[in-house]
């Protein structure tokens, strides 16, 4: 059971501005040494590369401002954080990368912080005051992780969608421009419509839209639920019939409808 005293004495562990007293600021050789060749498990082994990329990018920006936020109790530069934003938005059309990997790109700075503490507080504290300085630098640097995180993702997000939507729904295969607009669609579900009336399978539709195959399936699965139709072919017969996807010919006199279904396309492809 929990005292008055107790809950007192936990406010004042986690006043704002309180040093940590480990001189965290001063090891960023350490911890950069670390981060440059971060613990990967629990991430997407296809995101490994990129992910070892970005934080050989990031680190350097990021690790001064955000090893002082932990030490001071302070917020992370605001400075820092608009450099971070620049990156992200920078690295937002790799299609190399699943937003699985992104929302979880900030595990590993965690553990190596969680390892490091344990030299840290060894170092520079008392035996009696080791467990509290611990808890409250993991606080704080949860705080910062979860704040560099968000910055990253919401940046990396913001400009995939502006992306996506000057790129619009308009989908050109050999001489045909397939055009879907659809009520209750964004944009990416409208451009997986068109692509997906074109015969592309639930890879190529992939590799167009930057999401995963998996991702590509639950939102083609999602309206074939709510236009009730039993496959993919059925889904783009109602869409065509609806007006939902327009065909635009070429005025070029040798062009050919059908076109022939190039690599990648799956005609027979009937699952969502």
């Excluded at 039993?230 to 327009?246: D, H, M, Q, Y």
């Excluded at 070429?250 to 005609?267: F, M």
Aim: aromatic share 4%.
């Amino acid at each position: 059971m929990t005292t008055e005293r107790d809950d007192a004495h936990r406010s004042a562990m986690l006043l704002p501005g309180e040093l940590l007293g480990l001189s965290l600021d001063e090891r960023c050789a350490e911890f950069e040494a670390l981060l440059l060749a971060p613990p990967l498990h629990g991430i997407r082994p296809d995101g490994h590369d990129w992910l070892r990329q970005r934080y050989a990018e990031i680190v350097p920006i990021v690790l001064p401002a955000a090893l002082r936020a932990v030490e001071r109790g302070e917020p992370v530069d605001r400075d820092c954080l608009a450099r971070l934003r620049e990156v992200a938005a920078a690295r937002a059309e790799d299609p190399r990368v699943d937003v699985s990997v992104v929302l979880r790109g900030a595990l590993p700075a965690i553990r190596v912080f969680a390892l490091v503490m344990h030299t840290a507080t060894r170092d520079h504290a008392a035996t009696a005051d080791r467990a509290a300085r611990t808890m409250l630098a993991m606080s704080r640097a949860s705080l910062v992780a979860h704040e560099l995180g968000s910055c990253w993702a919401e940046s990396w997000s913001h400009q995939r969608r502006r992306a996506a939507a000057d790129a619009s729904a308009t989908v050109t295969t050999g001489e045909i421009d397939l055009v879907a607009e659809a009520p209750g669609l964004d944009d990416t579900e409208e451009r997986m419509l068109a692509l997906a009336a074109h015969g592309l399978s639930n890879d190529a539709i992939a590799r167009e839209t930057s999401y995963s195959r998996q991702a590509v399936a639950w939102h083609l699965g999602r309206l074939m639920r709510t236009w009730k139709a039993p496959n993919r072919t059925a889904l783009v017969s109602i869409a065509f019939v609806k007006g939902w996807i327009r065909a635009r010919c070429s005025e070029r006199p040798d062009a050919v409808w059908p076109p022939s279904l190039g690599p990648g396309t799956d005609a027979h492809d009937d699952g969502p």
